[in-house]
């Protein structure tokens, strides 16, 4: 069953920019390109037919996105707003740890130098009453456009400054070998 007839408007300039770059970005999201490439298709004059074809979606979906596109213009890229759970964590949850992950750890007296997802989520829990999965709080500061380590690494400078101290002097742990020179004399 076909639906009924769709025509793209003509496109400003600004939207054929737009939708031009967009369709041929390698870096922006999946869902936008390929709603970018359609429009882009359709504004050069192919079919919805044709046009589900090459980029493997149905018609009826390329003539929604056209008719879409028509109506709200590059607003028809992005994402609709989609009913479901409400989110879980409050913006005064997902702020406090932000600003606990932004705070050096000796800071707030803690034996540690350094955060682990590990350590921040404990703190959270136990200082703050916030219980939230590691995960999700990696997720946070992704968002956030912070990075953030996996582990702590033997590498660098240590954790505790009087390591060496307690340590104590280096021994081998193997013994020296002789030189072949003096085997051989």
Not at 7 to 28: D, H, I, Y
Not at 111 to 121: E, G, V, Y
Request: include cysteine; proline fraction near 4%.
């Amino acid at each position: 069953m076909r639906g009924p007839a769709v025509c793209l408007r003509e496109l400003t300039a600004e939207e054929a920019s737009a939708v031009e770059g967009l369709a041929r970005s390698r870096t922006a999201e999946a869902r936008r390109v390929e709603r970018a490439r359609l429009i882009w298709c359709a504004s050069q004059g192919e079919t919805p037919p044709a046009i589900a074809a090459a980029l493997g979606v149905s018609a009826e979906t390329v003539r929604r996105r056209i008719r879409r596109f028509t109506a709200e213009g590059l607003v028809a890229l992005q994402d609709q707003a989609r009913s479901g759970r409400p989110t879980t964590y409050s913006t005064d949850d997902v702020a406090a740890v932000l600003a606990t992950a932004l705070t050096n750890p000796r800071r707030l007296d803690l034996p540690f130098a350094s955060w682990t997802l590990d350590r921040l989520a404990a703190y959270l829990r136990e200082h703050k009453g916030i219980a939230m999965r590691r995960s999700r709080i990696g997720e946070i500061l992704l968002r956030e456009g912070l990075r953030w380590r996996r582990q702590e690494s033997w590498f660098g400078e240590r954790v505790d400054p009087e390591f060496a101290e307690k340590r104590g002097g280096l021994r081998r742990s193997t013994p020296r070998r002789l030189r072949a020179a003096l085997l051989s004399a």
